[in-house]
């Protein structure tokens, strides 16, 4: 049993709290937010993750994990701590790193023994180094001390699945020993674990996110070609995915990357590239295009609509993907604001994160399911391609609307069924599909006399 403190009760804080104490650690979680700290002492998440609630419960009764506001409690026994603490983005698009900072000196202020500090948090590359200094400078007398990177992959939504079977460890320091010891610590979760130096750990994280969110604005760019082209971009992906070296992962075409992490790490690393003089066009251009998406879908909405002002739009999912209540960054806020401006009134349903929706956009009129928000709706946008969506009685979702128009920002429906059935649909990319070819070829038999 390793003495574990983990500073931040986020998203993954909170998970690698929970996964450490359920691997047979004892865990101190640590927060400065004191509500978020009494509700988890009385059983109440500050985030939905699915099955984190049973986990966090298992372990708390088993005396494994624990919840505090304390520094000094929460590095009385610590042999490890964790920094997962937020990097939210600053105005010109650098991460902003006050949090780490303060997490820094409180732990510098409250060590009495030897630790391994072991930083979580998306961090520009070189902040290791500025937060060894950090607490060298803080702590009120000499204690050994090293500094791990030891960035996350986790997904939220399939958080506790990443954690126990990681694709890769990655651990950066100057210091063998203590990589060492926290390569042991991950022991049991039998993975590739990677040891490097402390600034290439930070870049593998940055790397990995920014050519992920490039498979995602380079599949967008090809479904905006597709759709001009006539061909369908879910069949392109599909067809692209079977080579080996391209993969069939992230290249779903739609409203493009949201959440916490891709936008802020795509545009911290194009910061810390021009502040070194180096070029970010790419990263430039992933940025753009994902942006360009949320505009095209209300663009498309509009022509289908012949005009925004007075209609009513309803929107069918909030989340920036599935399965999370994450609504940090997500297109279907910026997207309800934009109709807004444009006059629309904008109605939506999502099976998770209204409550929080309601407070961020008080303007948005919420319904309790998908069929109650088609009722007085102009049309539909599917914003978030939840299970659940992908099931319904679309004859009656038809007949409920004012008009049958949806307008399929994930892809999650057939364009020829929806035709079929009598809606006026656009996706993203999706071609002129089959009904329309077939229209098509009789057109030039006609022509040809074939
Ligand atoms: C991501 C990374 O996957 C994880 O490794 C990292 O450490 C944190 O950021 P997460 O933000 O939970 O995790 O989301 P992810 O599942 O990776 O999806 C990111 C965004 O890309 C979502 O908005 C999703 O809708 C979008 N996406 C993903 C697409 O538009 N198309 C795809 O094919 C895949």
Same mark, same amino acid.
């Given at each position: 049993?390793?003495?574990?403190?983990?500073?931040?009760?986020?998203?993954?804080?909170?998970?690698?709290?929970?996964?450490?104490?359920?691997?047979? &650690?004892?865990?101190?979680?640590?927060?400065?937010?004191?509500?978020?700290?009494?509700?988890?002492?009385?059983?109440?998440?500050?985030?939905?993750?699915?099955?984190?609630?049973?986990?966090? /419960?298992? &372990?708390?009764?088993? &005396?494994? +994990?624990?919840?505090?506001?304390?520094?000094?409690?929460?590095?009385?026994?610590?042999?490890?701590?964790?920094?997962?603490?937020?990097?939210?983005? @600053?105005?010109?698009?650098?991460?902003?790193?006050?949090?780490?900072?303060?997490?820094?000196?409180?732990?510098?202020?409250?060590?009495?023994?030897?630790?391994?500090?072991?930083?979580?948090?998306?961090?520009?590359?070189?902040?290791?180094?500025?937060?060894?200094?950090?607490?060298?400078?803080?702590?009120?007398?000499?204690?050994?001390?090293?500094?791990?990177?030891?960035?996350?992959?986790?997904?939220?939504? *399939?958080?506790?699945?990443?954690?126990? &079977?990681?694709?890769?460890?990655?651990?950066?320091?100057?210091?063998?020993?203590?990589?060492?010891?926290?390569?042991?610590?991950?022991?049991?979760?039998?993975?590739?674990?990677?040891?490097?130096?402390?600034?290439? *750990?930070?870049?593998?994280?940055?790397?990995?996110?920014?050519?992920? /969110?490039?498979?995602?604005?380079?599949?967008?760019?090809? *479904?905006?070609?597709?759709?001009?082209?006539?061909?369908?971009?879910?069949?392109? /992906?599909?067809?692209?995915?079977?080579?080996?070296?391209?993969?069939?992962?992230?290249?779903?075409?739609?409203?493009?990357?949201?959440?916490?992490?891709?936008?802020?790490?795509?545009?911290? +690393?194009?910061?810390?590239?021009?502040?070194?003089?180096?070029?970010?066009?790419?990263?430039?251009?992933? +940025?753009?295009?994902?942006? @360009?998406?949320?505009?095209?879908?209300?663009?498309?909405?509009?022509?289908?609509?012949?005009?925004?002002?007075?209609?009513?739009?309803?929107?069918?999912?909030?989340?920036?993907?599935?399965?999370?209540?994450? +609504?940090?960054?997500?297109?279907?806020?910026?997207?309800?604001?934009?109709?807004?401006?444009?006059? /629309?009134?904008?109605?939506?349903?999502?099976?998770?994160?209204?409550?929080?929706?309601?407070?961020?956009?008080?303007?948005?009129?919420?319904?309790?399911?998908?069929?109650?928000?088609?009722?007085?709706?102009?049309?539909?946008?599917?914003?978030?391609?939840?299970?659940?969506?992908?099931?319904?009685?679309?004859?009656?979702?038809?007949?409920?609307?004012?008009?049958?128009?949806?307008?399929?920002?994930?892809?999650?429906?057939?364009?020829?069924?929806?035709?079929?059935?009598?809606?006026?649909?656009?996706?993203?990319?999706?071609?002129?599909?089959?009904?329309?070819?077939?229209?098509?070829?009789?057109?030039?038999?006609?022509?040809?006399?074939?």
């Amino acid at each position: 049993m390793k003495q574990i403190s983990v500073i931040g009760v986020g998203y993954v804080g909170l998970v690698t709290s929970a996964c450490f104490s359920d691997l047979g &650690n004892r865990v101190v979680a640590l927060d400065i937010d004191a509500d978020r700290i009494s509700g988890l002492i009385d059983g109440k998440l500050p985030i939905y993750e699915p099955g984190l609630e049973e986990l966090v /419960a298992r &372990n708390v009764v088993a &005396n494994r +994990l624990s919840f505090t506001t304390s520094y000094p409690e929460a590095l009385a026994v610590a042999d490890f701590v964790f920094i997962a603490v937020g990097t939210p983005s @600053g105005v010109d698009g650098e991460a902003d790193l006050q949090h780490v900072r303060s997490a820094a000196i409180s732990i510098a202020k409250a060590m009495t023994k030897p630790v391994i500090v072991i930083n979580k948090s998306t961090v520009p590359v070189g902040t290791g180094d500025w937060v060894a200094e950090i607490i060298r400078s803080h702590q009120p007398k000499p204690i050994d001390f090293s500094v791990v990177s030891n960035p996350e992959f986790l997904r939220e939504g *399939a958080a506790i699945g990443d954690f126990m &079977n990681p694709s890769r460890i990655v651990l950066g320091s100057l210091d063998r020993e203590a990589a060492d010891r926290v390569a042991q610590l991950h022991f049991s979760l039998r993975s590739p674990i990677v040891i490097c130096d402390l600034r290439t *750990a930070e870049m593998i994280k940055y790397a990995s996110n920014a050519l992920l /969110a490039t498979k995602i604005s380079f599949i967008n760019e090809i *479904a905006n070609i597709c759709e001009a082209l006539g061909a369908d971009v879910k069949e392109v /992906a599909a067809g692209m995915g079977y080579d080996p070296r391209i993969g069939h992962s992230f290249l779903d075409a739609g409203l493009g990357f949201g959440g916490s992490c891709f936008p802020k790490d795509v545009m911290a +690393l194009a910061f810390m590239a021009e502040e070194q003089g180096r070029d970010s066009q790419l990263l430039q251009a992933v +940025l753009d295009i994902n942006t @360009g998406q949320r505009l095209q879908i209300i663009e498309k909405t509009d022509q289908l609509l012949g005009g925004l002002k007075g209609k009513v739009i309803g929107l069918l999912g909030l989340t920036f993907k599935p399965n999370t209540d994450d +609504l940090r960054d997500a297109p279907a806020l910026e997207i309800a604001q934009r109709l807004i401006d444009r006059g /629309a009134k904008v109605r939506a349903y999502d099976p998770v994160a209204m409550p929080r929706a309601s407070e961020l956009m008080p303007d948005i009129i919420m319904a309790d399911d998908p069929y109650q928000l088609a009722e007085g709706c102009d049309a539909i946008i599917v914003c978030t391609e939840w299970n659940e969506f992908k099931q319904l009685d679309l004859e009656r979702l038809r007949d409920t609307l004012k008009q049958p128009i949806v307008v399929d920002g994930r892809n999650i429906y057939d364009p020829d069924q929806m035709r079929q059935l009598g809606f006026r649909y656009r996706g993203m990319g999706r071609g002129y599909g089959r009904t329309q070819l077939a229209a098509q070829g009789e057109a030039l038999e006609r022509i040809t006399g074939r």
